[in-house]
C-alpha cells in the first residue's frame, strides 16, 4: 500500500444541463479526521453522507471542504428598463422646450436609479434543483480521489526522506557500537581509574560495597542494550514504510522510543567521542518524528 501525507489539494470542476460546479478539498496535519464543510444553501442534507464517504477514504487530516455552484450559461450583467428610459427622455423634452432645462447627457441619463437594472437569474424548478444536487454531489468521490493522489505523491517523497533517515540511525547505532571508548580494555581502564577515586575518597569502604560500585560503573557505560533496541525499532520502521497504509501514528511511537534510547547512550556515555554521536543520533531522530507528523 502507498503511504499517505495528510497534506494535498484537490479542485474538480464539472458542468451538466447548465449547471457549473467546482469542489476544493484542502488538507492538512491533523491528530484525527477533521472534515469542516463549505455548501450552498440547500446542500445541508447531504453533509452526514459527504462525511461517511470522506472517512471511509481517510482516516486523519484537517479538511477543509468546499462546494460553489452557477449557472454556467452566459447571462447579461444588466438590462435597460426601457419604458422608464422612454418617459424620463419626454419629460427632459418638454423641460427643454420649456427653457427649464439643457440637453442631458447619456451617463446623466443612465446614472438615474431605475433606468439599469441588474438581471436575476432565473428560479430552478424543484425538479431542476434536484438534478443539480445529484450532479454535484456525484462528483465528489472524484474529488476525494484527486485528494488522495495528491496526498500519495507527498507521501512517496515523505517515505523516501523517511528511509534517509532511518538509515542514518542505523549508521550512527554502528558507530556507537564500535565507538574505541566501549572497547572492554577502555571500559576497564575508565572502571580502574574511577575505582581509585572511589578508594582515595572512602579508604575504609568495605569490599560488598566496593563490589556495588563497581557493578553500578559498569552498567553504567553499558550500552548494548540500547543499541540492541535502537536496531529492532529501525527494522520495525522500515517495515512499517514498506507495508504503507495509515502507519502515522506508529511511527509516531517508534520515533518516541528512538528519542528514549539516544538520550539514555547519551546519560551512559564515557566519552566526548560517544556523547557527540549521541547528540548527532538525537538530532536526526527529532528530524524523523518532524517528518512522522506529515504521515496519515
Not at 442534507?45 to 479538511?63: D, P
Not at 462528483?139 to 517515505?159: H, I, K, N, V
Not at 540511525?169 to 576497564?188: F, K, Q, V, W
Not at 549521541?278 to 512522522?292: A, C, S
Request: aromatic content about 4%; hydrophobic content about 45%; overall charge negative.
Amino acid at each position: 500500500m502507498p503511504v499517505a501525507s495528510m497534506t494535498g489539494f484537490a479542485r474538480i470542476e464539472g458542468e451538466a444541463d447548465g449547471t457549473a460546479f467546482v469542489w476544493e478539498i484542502r488538507s492538512v496535519n491533523g491528530k484525527g479526521l477533521d472534515l469542516r464543510l463549505r455548501l450552498p444553501p440547500g446542500y445541508e442534507a447531504a453533509e452526514t453522507e459527504l462525511r461517511k464517504l470522506a472517512g471511509a477514504r481517510l482516516s486523519r487530516g484537517n479538511l477543509q471542504v468546499s462546494l460553489s455552484i452557477r449557472r454556467s450559461e452566459t447571462l447579461p450583467s444588466f438590462a435597460v428598463n426601457e419604458v422608464m428610459l422612454a418617459d424620463v427622455l419626454a419629460l427632459s423634452d418638454r423641460l427643454i422646450a420649456a427653457g427649464h432645462a439643457v440637453t442631458p447627457t447619456a451617463d446623466g441619463i443612465l446614472a438615474l436609479k431605475g433606468i439599469i437594472e441588474p438581471v436575476q437569474e432565473a428560479a430552478l424548478s424543484p425538479d431542476a434543483e434536484a438534478s443539480r444536487r445529484t450532479i454535484a454531489l456525484a462528483a465528489f468521490p472524484q474529488a476525494l480521489d484527486a485528494l488522495e493522489a495528491s496526498r500519495w505523491t507527498e507521501g512517496a517523497a515523505l517515505r523516501t526522506v523517511l528511509g534517509d533517515r532511518l538509515a542514518e540511525i542505523g549508521a550512527l547505532a554502528n558507530r556507537a557500537e564500535h565507538e574505541p571508548s566501549r572497547r572492554p580494555d577502555a571500559i576497564r581502564a575508565s572502571l580502574a581509574t574511577q575505582l581509585a577515586e572511589l578508594m582515595d575518597a572512602a579508604p575504609r569502604l568495605d569490599e560488598a560495597r566496593l563490589h556495588q560500585e563497581v557493578a553500578l560503573l559498569a552498567t553504567k557505560v553499558d550500552i548494548r542494550e540500547e543499541l540492541d533496541r535502537l536496531r529492532t525499532h529501525v527494522a520495525a520502521a522500515e517495515k512499517l514504510l514498506v507495508d504503507g497504509g495509515p502507519i502515522g501514528r506508529r511511527l509516531d511511537f517508534l520515533s518516541q522510543e528512538f528519542n528514549r534510547e539516544s538520550n539514555t547512550i547519551c546519560s551512559k556515555s564515557n566519552s566526548a567521542d560517544l556523547t557527540a554521536i549521541g547528540l548527532d543520533l538525537k538530532v536526526v531522530v527529532d528530524q524523523f518524528r518532524e517528518q512522522v507528523q506529515n504521515i496519515e
